[in-house]
């Protein structure tokens, strides 16, 4: 509800064009039409559960709604700011990363994509993506963010097993990895990535398309501690 009356207070400034007539039919000449050059949008939600060890993205580890609240408010004015600067662009890849997007919850997410939309030439079989963590993934916001047109989920997984995803500082288990996939999936999403133990989770989601990482991270993790010195019992 706050959201929605953020949108009627906050709404951008349209532009009007006139558009040739001839016996009152609008016309668009060839002449007039424009190339359009691709254009991707960056999100960068930078807050989460927990920090991971190995993370040295902006992060912000505290559930504060006033904080997020001003976030919301200053990333929808950049938006309807910028939009105008963006002439003759066709956004074809939205994507919302973090930080944790999921642990920012769905109504901000929603708000922040109409900001976009009403903002700039979004294309209509635009890739739009937000990055979750197994822990903050819901049926609620799944469905949301799917009825939104959010098409692309990249799931933080990072390992399947449960030693290193502790020694990573990671907010879940494996389990509630697969179990994540499964909902995801369940919600419709059709293009899902980042998923570690591929295999299984290609076997759960019944053909969605995933793009499966080993156990990279996991082994980065351990050259950066070698490297540095750190312990890594």
């Avoid at 288990?173 to 998923?195: H, P, T």
């Amino acid at each position: 509800r706050e959201s929605q009356e953020r949108l009627r207070r906050k709404q951008p400034h349209k532009l009007k064009f006139e558009t040739p007539t001839i016996f009152g039919v609008e016309l668009m000449p060839l002449f007039s039409r424009k190339k359009t050059t691709p254009l991707g949008i960056y999100i960068h939600v930078p807050f989460c559960r927990s920090k991971c060890q190995y993370c040295d993205f902006y992060s912000v580890t505290e559930k504060d709604d006033r904080l997020m609240e001003s976030f919301l408010d200053a990333i929808c004015d950049h938006i309807r700011e910028t939009g105008p600067q963006a002439p003759g662009h066709r956004v074809d890849t939205i994507y919302f990363g973090g930080g944790t997007p999921s642990f920012f919850g769905a109504e901000g997410m929603a708000t922040i994509l109409t900001y976009i939309r009403r903002s700039f030439d979004v294309d209509n079989n635009a890739e739009i993506t937000f990055e979750a963590n197994p822990d903050s993934v819901s049926d609620r916001l799944l469905h949301r963010l799917r009825a939104e047109g959010f098409n692309r989920v990249s799931l933080g997984i990072q390992s399947d097993d449960d030693e290193m995803l502790k020694k990573l500082g990671r907010p879940h288990d494996y389990a509630q990895a697969v179990s994540a996939v499964q909902r995801i999936r369940k919600a419709g999403f059709r293009n899902l990535s980042e998923a570690k133990s591929w295999q299984d989770a290609l076997a759960l989601s019944d053909g969605c398309p995933l793009v499966g990482i080993g156990n990279i991270k996991g082994q980065a993790y351990d050259m950066i501690m070698k490297f540095e010195g750190g312990e890594q019992n």
